[in-house]
């Protein structure tokens, strides 16, 4: 009589594509500041402390020093995922290295649009990651 054939038991190894991330991050899954995908970072003047100057922090930086980048922009260049680049960004604004880009923020509305007077969401972040870091 034929023996069965034995299944072999599926890999219990992590999948590298959800490792990295977390390795990245550091384990953080929470970002200091919140930013949305559409949020636009330039290079700042601040200099990167010990670790944010290696690996995707530095891709981030130099991507930034090139020209003006989307946070969604930013991640599909590196190849992390959004919650995972937002986290290493809201590094580099707390030191200072990038900054909300204000000057892409704000342009005046057409009194007759929807927004009305009311000024763009991204000016309104640029403003809260500023207080939020000049608060800490």
Do not use: K
């Not at 069965?4 to 599926?10: D, F, V």
């Not at 594509?17 to 990245?24: K, M």
């Not at 930086?61 to 969604?72: D, E, F, P």
């Amino acid at each position: 009589m034929a023996r069965p054939l034995r299944q072999t038991p599926p890999s219990t190894a992590p999948n590298p594509a959800f490792v990295r991330p977390y390795l990245v991050t550091r384990g953080r899954a929470r970002a200091r500041h919140w930013l949305s995908p559409e949020t636009e970072l330039e290079a700042g003047s601040g200099r990167a402390g010990a670790g944010l100057m290696e690996g995707e922090y530095e891709q981030i930086v130099l991507l930034c020093r090139q020209r003006r980048r989307s946070l969604a922009e930013l991640a599909g260049t590196i190849g992390l995922p959004l919650t995972a680049t937002r986290v290493l960004i809201s590094d580099l604004v707390e030191a200072r290295v990038l900054v909300v880009s204000v000057t892409a923020a704000y342009t005046p509305t057409d009194s007759s649009s929807p927004a009305g007077d009311r000024p763009p969401r991204q000016l309104l972040e640029a403003l809260r990651v500023g207080l939020v870091r000049h608060a800490s």
